[in-house]
Nanobody
Framework: QVQLIESGGGLVQTGDSLRLSCVFS????????MGWFRQAPGKERTFVAV????????ALADPVKGRFTISRDNAKKSVYLEMSNLKPEDSAIYYC?????????????????WGKGIQVTVSS
C-alpha cells in the first residue's frame, strides 16, 4: 500500500522561503508522476505543481510560477516543493499526491494516492 508523508511546513513571514518534502513508500516511486496540491480554509483543493517520472518535465499553477519549484529524487523516493517569496495567500494545507497518469496531471481525479497534508501559514 502506497503511503505519502509530507514534512517541512510551518509558520513563516511574507517573503520567506520554505521547503516541503514528501516521502513515498509501499510502491515503485519512479512509476508515478508526483504532484502538490493545496487547500486554503473555506476553499477547494487546487493544483500547485507536478513532476514527471524522470523529472524531465514539470508544470506549475500560474499563482506560483516564478516562486515555487518542484523536484524529485527517485533514489530517496522523495518529492520536494521549494517555495520562495511566500505570500499570505499561499497559506494552506499542502498535499502530496501520486498519479499513474502521463501528461503532467493537474486534476485531483487523476491522482490515486494522497498524503494527509501539512500546514503552511504565511503571516503578513
Amino acid at each position: 500500500q502506497v503511503q505519502l508523508i509530507e514534512s517541512g511546513g510551518g509558520l513563516v513571514q511574507t517573503g520567506d522561503s520554505l521547503r516541503l518534502s514528501c516521502v513515498f513508500s509501499g510502491g515503485t516511486f519512479s512509476h508515478y508522476f508526483m504532484g502538490w496540491f493545496r487547500q486554503a480554509p473555506g476553499k477547494e483543493r487546487t493544483f500547485v505543481a507536478v513532476i514527471s517520472w524522470g523529472a524531465d518535465s514539470t508544470a506549475l499553477a500560474d499563482p506560483v510560477k516564478g516562486r515555487f519549484t518542484i523536484s524529485r529524487d527517485n533514489a530517496k523516493k522523495s518529492v520536494y516543493l521549494e517555495m520562495s517569496n511566500l505570500k499570505p495567500e499561499d497559506s494552506a494545507i499542502y498535499y502530496c499526491a501520486a498519479s499513474p497518469k502521463v501528461g503532467l496531471p493537474r486534476t485531483e481525479s487523476q491522482y490515486t494516492y494522497w498524503g494527509k497534508g501539512i500546514q503552511v501559514t504565511v503571516s503578513s
